[in-house]
């Protein structure tokens, strides 16, 4: 997650994320969630941090000692972010084929530390000189990014997967939601396909570090006019304005 002036930015919606995925994958976690604003709040003091990049990480007994202490992990760094001209002219994505989404994997829709395959393909796309790989299901549908929410504009309307694709129910993705409805843009939470990707007039990716990203070009198609467009400006106004305003 991302701190803004020293303070994190929806704090309690991660530490609700991390529950229910825990709760799903059967992983105790002991007390190690109430400690975190604490701990978070202590390393942002100690690295004298206000702008920062933090990680927490909770790991459970091992199989050894089931009844031994569960270890939290908090790290913090501080924010470099993406190049502003990314923001100016849009990113460039890399279609993802040598990994599929599937809802067979019990890993999918949770934030957990084993993402190699995520790294392999966000280093295949960084070879290729583009900032991000989209996924798909193994039914061909349009999925996420290797670490980004992936939302697409097309007649006014905001279009993103809905959550049980499965995808990871994204802090920034959620925040995007609501700034949506409060500025009149209608959104679908529906199944999208490789033809909606290309056929979109807008496409934009989410995370916490990136906030929001245009997309002007999916490999070597266009989107819209090569740059951000209206609605993708409007919601990322919106998003600097809720983080500015902790």
């Known amino acids: 997650l991302r701190s803004y002036a020293g303070r994190p930015f929806r704090l309690d919606e991660h530490l609700v994320r991390m529950r229910s995925s825990a709760e799903k994958l059967n992983m105790p976690l002991g007390n190690a969630l109430e400690r975190v604003p604490e701990a978070i709040g202590m390393v942002l003091q100690a690295n004298e941090l206000t702008e920062a ?56 829709g949770h934030k957990t530390l084993s993402y190699l395959p995520r790294l392999i393909a966000l280093r295949d796309a960084q070879n290729r000189q583009c900032g991000e790989a989209l996924w798909f299901t193994p039914e061909n549908m349009l999925a996420e990014g290797c670490i980004s929410n992936v939302f697409l504009v097309k007649g006014g309307c905001l279009h993103t997967p809905p959550l049980d694709t499965p995808i990871l129910p994204g802090v920034t993705r959620a925040a995007v939601l609501e700034l949506a409805e409060e500025n009149g843009i209608a959104v679908e939470q529906d199944l999208l396909t490789i033809n909606n990707l290309l056929d979109a007039e807008e496409v934009f990716l989410t995370n916490a570090i990136m906030e929001i990203m245009p997309v002007t070009r999916v490999e070597r198609h266009s989107i819209g006019d090569e740059q951000p467009g209206l609605i993708t400006r409007k919601l990322a106004e919106a998003y600097q304005r809720l983080t500015h305003s902790l």
Do not use: W
């Not at 990049?53 to 972010?81: M, N, S, Y």
């Not at 502003?84 to 084929?97: A, D, N």
């Not at 040598?98 to 067979?104: D, E, K, L, M, V």
């Open 53 to 108: 990049r933090i990680r927490f990480a909770v790991t459970p007994p091992g199989a050894h000692d089931p009844e031994g202490e569960t270890t939290l992990l908090v790290a913090a760094e501080k924010i470099v972010g993406y190049p502003p001209e990314l923001y100016e002219k849009g990113m460039t994505v890399f279609i993802c084929t040598n990994f599929r989404q599937s809802a067979q994997d019990p890993l999918a």
